[in-house]
């Protein structure tokens, strides 16, 4: 049996729910799409061969429930119906909204991580940066500076300028920039902050 197609899927990423409220929090109604599900017999319900597989960032049934049962649950809602518009106040608007800014899809991400992954780094309480919280964390941060050490003793103040440059200088260089990748991956979305704020 071949599966229909659906004709429209929205795009993998973060969005908010009309009933979003930014007074309750940058996750209040925000949920992350992963996929579509297909509805695999032939007597599904008309609009309801497919289904929008997505998962909470903010305290919600189905994220406790994957406490509880120790597996990952999804949200599911008919595609159609996550992908319609809705009327209230005399206003119509898409039932959901795709978040475009960067700064709170940063955010968003480090929700995600906190709820549904480990965290290797979070971010530092003073200046920016992160500390690492894991012993995956650790291990990265003292692989770092093992190698950073190890690429320093192969010159000396008697080697030329770009023996140094590309034997010390350019392995740390590329070593920290690979770093700050991983400590945005597997880290909080870092930010200037001078203590612990009261709301994260």
């Known amino acids: 049996m071949s599966l229909p197609i659906p004709a429209k899927v929205p795009e993998k990423g973060f969005y908010y729910h009309y009933k979003h409220d930014p007074a309750k929090g940058i996750g209040d109604h925000a949920y992350e799409v992963v996929g579509v599900g297909f509805h695999t017999e ?3 319900r008309p609009g309801e061969e497919h289904f929008l597989i997505y998962r909470p960032l903010y305290n919600q049934s189905v994220y406790l429930a ?40 940063a955010e968003l991400k480090t929700i995600r991580t906190q709820m549904y ?45 770009s023996e140094i440059f590309f034997t010390a200088v350019l392995p740390v260089i590329l070593l920290t920039i690979a770093l700050i990748r991983i400590c945005y991956t597997k880290g909080e979305a870092p930010r200037w902050q001078w203590g612990i704020r009261k709301q994260d």
């Open 42 to 44: 032939d007597d599904a």
């Open 66 to 105: 994957s406490k509880d049962l120790g597996i990952p649950c999804y949200d599911a809602r008919p595609l159609t119906m996550w992908m319609e518009d809705v009327t209230k106040d005399g206003k119509t608007f898409p039932r959901f909204q795709k978040i475009l800014d960067p700064e709170i899809i």
């Open 117 to 161: 992954e480990k965290l290797w780094f979070k971010r530092k309480s003073f200046g920016w940066g992160w500390t690492p919280v894991s012993w995956e964390g650790w291990t990265v941060v003292l692989g770092y500076v093992a190698l950073v050490l190890l690429f320093s003793l192969t010159v000396n103040e008697y080697s030329p300028s």
